[in-house]
C-alpha cells in the first residue's frame, strides 16, 4: 500500500515485470533502429525513469534528449500542451523516438507530434511504458507499448499524484480500481 495526499494506492506492476518489459522495448528498438540516425527524445518528468532504464539495453549509436511539457494537473488530464520546452538538438533528418511513461487520452502525443514534424524529421514514433487504450481518443497511437492498462489512474515508476509518488520502483494504481 502507497498513501500519497488524501489516496491509497496498491501495487498494480512490480518492477521485476516493469524491467521484463523494457527489456523486451529495447530489443525491438534496436533491431528497429539498427543503422538509421536516431534520436531518443524522453519526455519529462514522467519518463525519467523508464527512459534511464530503457536506454541502459539500446546498443544504438545514438543520441538522447530531454524535453518537458506541461498538459496534466491532478487527477484529470486539462487536454492542454502549453508548449514543448528544451528541444535544443536539430532533429533534421534524424529518426526520432519519442519516450513516454503513458499515453491516456493521446492529446499530448498528438501536440508533440506536430511540434516535431515541423523540424523535418525522417520519422517520428513513440515508446510508451503504460497506455490506455479505452481513454485514447488521439491520432498517434504508441508504435512501441510496454502495458496497455485500464482506464484507471497509476502512479510510481516516474508517474506522479499532484508531484508526488514518483520515486516508487512498483506502479501503483488507485485502490477499489478495478482491472
Ligand atoms: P494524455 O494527453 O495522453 O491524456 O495524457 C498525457 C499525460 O497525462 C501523461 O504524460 C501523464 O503525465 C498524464 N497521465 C495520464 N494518465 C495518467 C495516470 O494514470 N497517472 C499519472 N500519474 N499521470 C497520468
Known sequence: MLQI?????????????IQAKVAEIARALNEAYDGKDTIFIAVLN?????A?????HISLSCEITFVKVSSYQGMN?????????????????KHVVIIE?????????????TLLAVEHPASVKIASLLFKPDAFKGKNKPDFIGFSIPDAFVVGY???????????QHI???TGSSH
Open 5 to 17: 495526499h488524501d489516496k491509497t494506492f496498491e501495487i498494480y506492476l512490480r518492477n521485476d515485470e
Open 46 to 50: 514522467g519518463a525519467f525513469m523508464f
Open 52 to 56: 534511464s532504464d530503457l536506454m541502459k
Open 77 to 93: 488530464s486539462t487536454g492542454r500542451v502549453d508548449e514543448v520546452i528544451g528541444l535544443t538538438t536539430d532533429i533534421r533528418g
Open 101 to 113: 511513461d503513458i499515453v491516456d487520452t493521446g492529446i499530448t502525443m498528438d501536440k508533440i507530434h
Open 158 to 168: 516516474g508517474l506522479d499524484y499532484n508531484e508526488h509518488g514518483r520515486n516508487t
Open 172 to 174: 501503483y494504481q488507485l
